[in-house]
């Protein structure tokens, strides 16, 4: 008689394989671009051109919903943004440590939060926009504008978390009358000809040697993007989000390993600062929005 695992155990297992994937991804798209010269557009454009080619079946079962929008501009503005946000992050991998650009990337939650309050004038509290601050601080920690080893390169992956967050505000406007599905589907239609636009003025061939890292980044992307939605189909995001930060560790692990990236000090003291403030975030989500708790699916 074979025994299933329970639900939250099965979405928490999800939400660690997919940060493990999202960091071999980092290592894949590092490598190719750090190590062997790849331009970042170019990188960026074969990745999730091959993990389209993943979710084709899915999206020709739900082709009928990019029918159902009238909120088409909506949606270009939205992939705009998500497009700026994978460029900026890939272009940040070719310049800096892997532990500082996923370090950084950790403040998205707070730009949501600056989004909601000042773009779709959402109620923000002081305690909130306090939780901001702190985030914000620890990213300042992490950066060290006042040392030597500052470099500029180092906000890319800042502006990256900003165009992220952006683009997740735009989001939840679009939910609010459109579907899941359709949403998604614009953004996986719309992310690789937009891609390909950026990846035009360097062009589209790869140096020897990076075929087979950005094939491995692209099918792991998808790979990971489709078991995240998996996890927060079987679980709220409160109980998943204590799992989604050990990306954290397997990206620090991995740079140590394959690159030899060591953090320093102001890396973790940022870390926590940031992981502080944003599990006071989400508490207070879960505080003002009942029934949010973890739930089986």
């Known amino acids: 008689m074979t025994q299933t695992l329970p639900t939250p155990l099965?979405?928490?297992g999800l939400m660690v394989l997919a940060g493990a994937c999202f960091a071999l991804v980092n290592i894949g798209l590092q490598s190719a671009t750090m190590l062997h010269g790849a331009s970042a557009p170019t990188v960026t454009f074969w990745q999730y051109?091959?993990?389209?080619?993943?979710?084709?079946p899915w999206i020709?079962?739900?082709r009928l919903a990019v029918l159902t929008t009238r909120q088409i501009l909506a949606h270009v503005l939205r992939v705009a943004l998500a497009v700026g946000g994978v460029q900026l992050w890939t272009l940040g991998l070719a310049?800096?440590?892997?532990?500082?650009?996923?370090a950084l990337i950790l403040l998205s939650p707070f730009f949501v939060t600056i989004g909601a309050g000042l773009v779709l004038r959402e109620e923000v509290s002081l305690q909130r926009w306090g939780a901001v601050i702190v985030g914000i601080i620890g990213g300042m920690v992490i950066l060290s504008p006042w040392s030597d080893h500052f470099q500029i390169a180092a906000l890319l992956p800042v502006a990256a978390a900003a165009l992220w967050a952006a683009s997740s505000v735009v989001t939840k406007q679009l939910t609010h009358r459109d579907s899941t599905e359709t949403v998604t589907i614009y953004l996986l239609l719309l992310l690789s000809p937009a891609n390909a636009l950026l990846a035009a003025g360097s062009g589209f061939t790869l140096p020897e040697?990076?075929?087979?890292?950005?094939?491995?980044a692209g099918l792991l992307t998808a790979l990971a993007q489709h078991t995240l939605v998996r996890a927060y189909t079987l679980a709220d995001a409160a109980f998943l989000q204590p799992f989604d930060h050990l990306k954290l560790l397997f990206n620090v692990g991995l740079g140590a390993l394959v690159f030899g990236f060591l953090p320093d000090g102001n890396m973790w003291l940022g870390t926590a600062?940031?992981?502080?403030?944003?599990?006071?975030?989400?508490s207070h989500e879960v505080r003002t929005?009942?029934?949010?708790?973890?739930?089986?699916?």
């Open 49 to 56: 051109l091959i993990a389209l080619l993943f979710y084709i």
């Open 60 to 62: 020709w079962r739900n």
């Open 95 to 102: 310049h800096v440590p892997i532990w500082q650009a996923i």
């Open 10 to 12: 099965k979405a928490a």
């Open 289 to 297: 929005r009942p029934g949010s708790a973890a739930q089986g699916a």
């Open 209 to 216: 040697g990076t075929l087979w890292l950005v094939i491995g």
């Open 273 to 282: 600062l940031i992981l502080v403030a944003s599990a006071y975030l989400l």
